[in-house]
């Protein structure tokens, strides 16, 4: 018999599961940019839904469900010979074996894409482990001991510079500037009180420099320590403020920005005195300082990366921080 013109594919009838899986993977990459916590995990959420779904239609047949099928069409040709019923001719396909369960086609394509997923998940899951894990794993909290609080001058700034993790060396080199802002009476009792403002620019991280003489020029003595972090410095300043050398960002005493580029204030140390000795805790974040030494206000927040808002709704914009302390 001749081919019939205008012959159509039989075509499953088009369904939402690549669809909507697609949309959940943008929706996901777009929310790692925007906010994983929220955005990412609703992607998450669509694209496992509709992996689902498209998988469920994918095996729908292999399951023995009912399939949409786009019916033919075909035109009747003048003068064709009349078109046979499908109950009339050879079978398009043999017949199953007895015994056999799926046909062999079926079988290959599912074992295809089962290996092609497992192929998948051993070359990604381990990349994707070992270059996110290390960031989120052992990231263990730091406490630093500068010295005994009555070496430090009252109302005297000192640039402080000593090793977060002596196990790390050099690398973990720091420097904060330093106050020793007396007495303070705080929930009813009296409490030393120290400003200690780290020196990594609320912009791009470059380090802070104090804006005035420091000890060497003042002929002041620079104290040494050796303490359990290893040797602590703390070098005699009198600043008028803090500058930025990278972008020029300026900030006053307290920190606050005054100018430049930076998105806030300069991030601050958490302390406790232990022994009579000063010890540096966690740092902390700061959008602005309301008024001075112990009787500041201090507007904190979790300690953000460079550049980074704190506040305002561009602070949703960032993407989730790894812990560190
Ligand atoms: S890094 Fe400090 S102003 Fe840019």
Redesign the pocket.
């Known amino acids: 018999m001749d081919p019939v013109e205008h012959d159509q594919p039989h075509l499953p009838a088009p369904t939402v599961g690549p669809v909507g899986f697609a949309l959940g993977v943008v929706v996901a990459l777009v929310g790692l940019i925007i906010n994983p916590l929220w955005i990412s995990s609703i992607g998450g959420a669509i694209t496992v839904i509709f992996a689902f779904v498209w998988a469920r239609e994918a095996t729908a047949e292999m399951r023995g469900r009912h399939v949409a099928v786009e019916p033919e069409m075909r035109e009747a040709g003048v003068g064709d010979a009349p078109a046979l019923p499908a109950t009339a001719g050879e079978a398009a396909m043999p017949p199953p074996e007895p015994g056999e369960r799926f046909p062999r086609s079926k079988f290959l394509e599912a074992s295809t894409l089962g290996l092609g997923a497992v192929i998948g998940g051993v070359v990604t899951v381990p990349v994707a482990g070992f270059a996110v894990l290390p960031a989120f794993l052992g990231q263990k909290r730091h406490s630093v001991d500068l010295g005994p609080i009555t070496d430090l001058t009252e109302g005297q700034w000192y640039v402080a510079t000593f090793q977060l993790d002596p196990k790390e060396g050099e690398t973990s080199r720091r420097t904060a500037f330093v106050r020793n802002n007396g007495v303070t009476t705080a929930r009813g009792k009296q409490e030393p009180s120290f400003t200690i403002i780290s020196n990594r620019?609320a912009?791009?991280?470059?380090p802070?420099q104090a804006n005035g003489p420091t000890g060497s020029i003042l002929g002041m003595k620079t104290i040494s320590e050796t303490t359990a972090n290893g040797p602590v410095k703390l070098e005699p300043v009198v600043p008028a403020g803090f500058g930025?050398p990278?972008?020029?960002?300026q900030y006053d005493t307290e920190g606050n920005r005054t100018a430049?580029?930076?998105v806030r204030g300069l991030d601050r140390y958490d302390f406790e005195i232990n022994n009579g000795r000063l010890v540096l805790l966690s740092e902390y974040s700061v959008a602005k300082v309301d008024g001075s030494g112990a009787q500041a206000k201090i507007h904190k927040y979790k300690f953000a990366g460079?550049g980074e808002h704190v506040t305002g709704v561009e602070q949703i914009l960032y993407p989730l921080q790894p812990p560190h302390h």
């Not at 990278?246 to 960002?249: A, D, E, I, K, V």
Request: net charge neutral; charged share 0%; proline share 20%.
């Open positions: 620019c912009h791009l991280g470059c802070v930025c990278c972008h020029g960002g430049g580029p930076p460079p």
